[in-house]
């Protein structure tokens, strides 16, 4: 085992992210190729198996080299058979064998886990949790994602689907719509897409004006950065949908903490490139309403491996799996 490499890799639905990273969580290379997810995703492990096979040629290097491959992908697990129940955004159909697959292709062990759990993982092996066995890792970007960690282990539940953060309900009555079919989820208010939402709604109220409805103006469009950029500089629009973003975030992840007492929430996503100013918009409202040992003891934090997150996670299983074995 000693000075093997492990394979991490990322799949998402449009691009597939590997690092080759040494056992102790040192990358020695980073790379990522595009997710082909045409003819019902069949070139998808094929392509990730060339893709190792490839780099590792590019290094001098045969498969021998790599302790196994360590892969994250969307959706929920069948973890006992290393199947994909469901995948959306990857063309497969239900039930697909993802780890029987990569396995008949390399030749090399394999390992999965769903996405949002490898980047807490990363998290808690080489970034912001710095070891800690008590971690959520939620990522805000077009959805909410979640990871959550207990006592070094990563939460799946029965069905592989624990974590779901983005799909808390928040509001009970009179929601928005949310992908997952039910209404007034956390996503809705509190991802990229949701606080876009929030915001046009707000821009076509009468009266509405500043900084934010100039930018909309301008471009004919507006990002949720714009947003916490614009609310950051005074922008009142914008100021308004920051909090109401942040208040059901600082609820819903209080309510999290309240059950788990972890010792680090960390954040992730490209929400959360809003740094400082998202975080102290959350912890007034988490501050609200944790339990008081609880907001006294958990600590809200930035992620700090960024979109590596999740390929360090991923090689952490194979780490994981071999010196527990």
């Not at 094929?46 to 892969?71: C, P, T, V």
């Not at 609820?251 to 959360?272: D, H, M, Q, R, Y």
């Not at 952490?316 to 071999?322: D, E, G, R, V, Y």
């Amino acid at each position: 085992m000693a000075g093997q490499w492990v394979a991490g890799v990322d799949l998402g639905g449009t691009t597939t992210k590997f690092a080759f990273i040494t056992m102790d969580g040192e990358i020695v290379e980073k790379w990522e190729i595009p997710t082909d997810n045409r003819d019902e995703g069949k070139n998808i492990t094929l392509n990730i198996a060339d893709s190792i096979s490839g780099k590792l040629k590019g290094h001098g290097k045969d498969k021998e080299q790599l302790a196994g491959i360590g892969i994250g992908a969307p959706g929920p697990i069948d973890y006992e058979n290393g199947i994909i129940l469901n995948t959306v955004n990857l063309g497969w159909q239900d039930y697909f064998p993802l780890q029987a697959s990569l396995q008949e292709l390399t030749a090399l062990p394999v390992l999965i886990e769903n996405d949002a759990n490898c980047a807490a993982l990363g998290e808690m092996w080489m970034g912001a949790g710095n070891g800690a066995a008590d971690l959520v890792c939620v990522t805000l970007g077009t959805g909410v994602g979640g990871g959550i960690i207990a006592n070094g282990n990563i939460v799946r539940g029965i069905y592989g689907a624990a974590g779901e953060i983005g799909h808390i309900t928040v509001i009970p009555f009179g929601g928005a719509p949310c992908n997952c079919g039910k209404t007034g989820c956390l996503e809705t208010v509190a991802s990229a897409t949701g606080i876009v939402r929030l915001a046009m709604e707000a821009l076509r109220e009468p009266g509405a004006a500043g900084e934010l409805a100039e930018q909309y103006r301008v471009k004919g469009s507006i990002t949720a950065k714009d947003v916490f950029d614009c609310a950051l500089s005074g922008d009142l629009v914008s100021k308004k949908v920051a909090d109401m973003a942040a208040l059901h975030l600082g609820l819903a992840l209080a309510n999290i903490a309240n059950t788990l007492n972890p010792e680090k929430i960390v954040f992730g996503g490209g929400v959360s490139k809003s740094g400082d100013f998202l975080i102290s918009l959350v912890k007034t409202h988490f501050d609200r309403f944790a339990f008081t040992s609880v907001r006294n003891s958990t600590k809200l934090t930035l992620a700090s491996l960024e979109n590596h997150a999740g390929v360090i996670g991923a090689a952490w299983l194979i780490k994981n799996k071999l010196e527990n074995n």
